[in-house]
Antibody
Framework: QVQLQESGPGLVRPSGTLSLTCGVS?????????WAWVRQPPGKGLEWVGE???????NYNPSLKSRVTVSLDRSRSQFSLRLTSVTAADTAVYYC?????????????????WGHGTTVTVSS | QSVLTQPPSVSAAPRQRVTVSCFGS????????VNWYQQLPGMPPELLIY???LLPSGVSDRFSGSRSGTSASLTISGLQSEDEADYYC???????????FGGGTKLTVL
């Protein structure tokens, strides 16, 4: 059974860099999986941040693209999020999730496994 | 403002049926499968329906989904108090090259 666990600082200073890691157990980073970050500001809805696949290819939310990096470390069974130049608007619960695709169905994409989430507050 | 549009709230009495709508466009719901997530208070989202109408193992068959054109819907029958939660629709968007979500619908069981 796949399990995901986020970790990282709960407080980041404005204009600083937010760095989170997601530990993965029970999955071998197969070809058809993507590893994603989703965030949820307090009292608001879900926002997809970005993702990385087994080969290091990435996709990012256009509204965050200039500040976001998602990377994969297969040797440590983890993937990471880096968000630069943070402001109070980046305060949120950050979830890591697995995105499943199928080789013969381009319309199939589902975030099927989620971590418990970690709260990040941007404040001085 | 979310790419997918959901009603902010819906409500119904126990044992009744409720439907949550989700409206998108040709680049997301019109082209790709829709997924639904249930988020209980203080908990992470949990997959409820995937690829329009498929139920993950362990999910009650009181939940069902459908997609037509650029809209999708989630139906919950035989409402129970434990169904009170926020519900989100989601799909891949070919234009944005990423995942988009609806703004979420809060279900209240009267």
């Amino acid at each position: 059974q796949v399990q995901l666990q986020e970790s990282g600082p709960g407080l980041v200073r404005p204009s600083g860099t937010l760095s989170l890691t997601c530990g993965v157990s029970g999955d071998s980073f197969s070809t058809y999986n993507w590893w994603a970050w989703v965030r949820q500001p307090p009292g608001k809805g879900l926002e997809w941040v970005g993702e990385v696949n087994h080969s290091g290819s990435t996709n990012y939310n256009p509204s965050l693209k200039s500040r976001v990096t998602v990377s994969l470390d297969r040797s440590r069974s983890q993937f990471s999020l880096r968000l630069t130049s943070v402001t109070a608007a980046d305060t949120a619960v950050y979830y890591c999730a697995r995105g499943q695709t199928l080789p013969d169905n381009l319309s199939y994409y589902v975030l099927d496994v989620w971590g418990h989430g970690t709260t990040v507050t941007v404040s001085s | 403002q979310s790419v997918l549009t959901q009603p902010p709230s819906v409500s119904a009495a126990p044992r009744q049926r409720v439907t949550v709508s989700c409206f998108g466009s040709s680049s997301n719901i019109g082209s790709n499968g829709v997924n639904w997530y249930q988020q209980l208070p203080g908990m992470p989202p949990e997959l409820l329906i995937y690829y329009d109408d498929l139920l993950p193992s362990g999910v009650s068959d009181r939940f069902s989904g459908s997609r037509s054109g650029t809209s999708a819907s989630l139906t919950i029958s035989g409402l129970q108090s434990e169904d009170e939660a926020d519900y989100y629709c989601s799909a891949w968007d070919d234009s944005l090259n990423g995942v988009v979500f609806g703004g979420g619908t809060k279900l209240t069981v009267l």
